[in-house]
């Protein structure tokens, strides 16, 4: 149990172009999910918690208007990136907590690359 | 906290030795703490978990250790194996219903097992 997963594993896209990312809880019912991005030899930094039903919480430095956040049902949130550009281009990772526990689970991220 | 340079420090061991893997985490009122293993191009998968109310805690070949008094989290891997290679992260959090749910990684570790 406890399965997220992430949809496309990898991407490329032009500079400009928008591209979207899902995540979905395929056992579980998340009200919570989280979405990180990681860097080579870097750490996991979160963006933002995304809350179905709500808007999402975004941190500090991270722009709301170039990534959207929709969380619209219990098992699905997506990240779309707007506007991409080569900067962008990271691995993009989303989790999912269980409502009242506090263990996350991970997804198998997202590589994005903008040419 | 924020992840920092672009050089993971590295421990390497010899296949069949144990590993120890130290983490120092920045808030005094986080209460919940995890390690997570990352293999090259994956999401972060978990491993163990420990709450603020113990200070160890064992798994199958891992353990890990809390000392609250100087925050401070260790990752014991027992019988070290060439698949335990990987980048190894501790996450901290606060306990649901205190606020703040997401986590914040440290920085990672690599463990590289020779064989």
């Known amino acids: 149990g406890a399965v997220v997963s992430q949809h496309p594993s990898w991407v490329i896209c032009k500079s400009g172009t928008s591209v979207k990312i899902e995540c979905r809880s395929l056992?579980?019912?998340?009200?919570?999910m989280f979405w990180y991005r990681q860097f080579p030899k870097q750490s996991l930094m979160l963006m933002a918690t995304s809350n179905e039903g709500s808007k999402a919480t975004y941190e500090q430095g991270v722009e709301k208007d170039k990534f959207l956040i929709n969380h619209a049902s219990l098992t699905l949130s997506t990240l779309t990136v707007t506007s991409a550009h080569p900067e962008d281009s990271s691995f993009y990772i989303c989790?999912?907590?269980?409502?009242?526990?506090?263990?996350?689970?991970f997804g198998p991220g997202t590589r994005l690359t903008v040419l | 906290g924020e992840s920092v340079g672009l050089h993971l420090p590295t421990l390497s061991v010899q296949e069949g030795d144990n590993s120890i893997i130290n983490c120092a985490y920045s808030n005094s009122a986080s209460d919940y703490f995890i390690w997570y293993k990352q293999e090259s191009g994956k999401g972060p998968q978990f491993i163990i978990d420990?709450?603020?109310?113990?200070d160890k805690r064992q798994g199958q070949r891992v353990t890990v250790l809390l000392n609250k008094t100087v925050k401070h989290l260790s990752l014991q891997i027992a019988a070290t194996q060439p698949g335990d290679s990987a980048v190894y992260f501790c996450?901290?959090?606060?306990?649901?219903?205190?606020?703040?749910?997401?986590?914040?990684f440290g920085s990672g570790t690599r463990l590289q097992v020779q064989p």
């Open positions: 989790s999912a907590k269980r409502t009242g526990r506090d263990e996350q689970f």
């Open positions: 996450a901290e959090n606060l306990a649901e219903g205190t606020g703040r749910r997401a986590l914040t």
């Open positions: 420990i709450r603020s109310n113990m």
């Open positions: 056992d579980f019912q998340a009200t919570t």
